[in-house]
């Protein structure tokens, strides 16, 4: 990742915000192309490249939200490990949340894993985000659980987040959290329904 994609980043991390009109405009006059495919990378907090999804179809692309969609994709790890996704997907990132949504289609319904992290940035390379940690997984029924407070715990105290990631989480969690009781977005069944038949279409 370049020098300045890195300090960008970082940015958006410390302060919560896009500094300044110049880069929300340069921001929205990039974004990925519909029918396209991108990679996906999830850098943490440190700069450090964190995963790689590969060959994610754009169905949607705008400076404001982008949705993909995808089937049994290469996934990187930073360790090196490289495994398979293991059913359709669809993928739903906002460029005002701090969080992206994943709906996971499987025989006994739309299971959903939700990254808590920045706001996309977007550049000829990939979709990108910081991803901070904590995670929400939602059941068909729509019961969820939020996973991997110890490693948020663990990577603050490593890597200093300053108060305002606090502060970031907890309000997008309970975001999340209403979301996923009104059925809103992308945990609205016809949501899924549609951009996979999109998906389809494409391919």
Not at 31 to 45: A, D, L, N
Not at 100 to 119: F, K, Q
Not at 169 to 198: A, V
């Amino acid at each position: 990742m370049r020098v300045i994609e890195k300090r960008r980043q970082q940015k958006i991390a410390e302060e919560g915000r896009r500094d300044t009109l110049a880069e929300r405009n340069e921001i929205a006059a990039s974004f990925p192309e519909t029918g396209k495919p991108i990679q996906v990378q999830s850098y943490k907090h440190d700069g450090s490249l964190h995963r790689v999804w590969e060959e994610t179809l754009i169905l949607k692309g705008t400076s404001r939200e982008v949705i993909g969609g995808n089937d049994r994709i290469l996934v990187h790890e930073s360790d090196g490990r490289v495994w398979r996704t293991r059913e359709p997907a669809i993928c739903y990132f906002h460029a005002e949340k701090w969080f992206n949504v994943i709906g996971m289609i499987r025989s006994d319904g739309v299971h959903y894993y939700c990254n808590l992290g920045t706001p996309f940035v977007y550049d000829s390379e990939a979709l990108k985000y910081i991803d901070y940690d904590l995670d929400i997984k939602v059941f068909p029924d729509m019961t969820y659980n939020l996973l991997d407070e110890d490693e948020y715990a663990q990577h603050k105290k490593e890597m200093n987040y300053p108060a305002q990631i606090d502060e970031k989480m907890d309000t997008s969690i309970r975001e999340l959290q209403n979301w996923i009781c009104q059925r809103k977005g992308p945990f609205n069944s016809q949501f899924i329904e549609q951009w996979y038949e999109r998906f389809l279409f494409f391919r």
